[in-house]
């Protein structure tokens, strides 16, 4: 029994029973890979389309920081222009009293 294991005994005798078993296992392996790398690329284009998706739909914060000094800024400047008019009204009317 020992003897057929490396034995010609398969294959017109130019392969053995252990050669057959390696190489069913080794087209097993081969078979299973290609599986596992034709189902990634659709993984891979899922995970894609999702950071498009949130790169589009996402929160610049860098953005969002330099709008809310342009609108602080506005606010003080609108302030200012209030505060002169404020004066302007008040120097006004304490003429005409």
Request: net charge negative; hydrophobic share 40%.
């Amino acid at each position: 029994m020992a003897e057929l294991q490396t034995k010609g005994t398969l294959l017109e005798s130019s392969a053995s029973y252990q050669d057959m078993f390696a190489s069913t296992v080794s087209g097993v392996g081969i078979q299973t890979r290609q599986a596992e790398a034709s189902a990634e690329p659709p993984g891979t284009l899922q995970r894609q389309a999702e950071q498009a998706r949130n790169a589009q739909s996402g929160v610049n914060l860098d953005e969002e920081a330099a709008n809310l000094l342009k609108y602080q800024q506005a606010y003080q400047a609108t302030a200012q222009v209030v505060a002169a008019a404020n004066e302007v009204f008040s120097t006004l009317l304490s003429i005409f009293r």
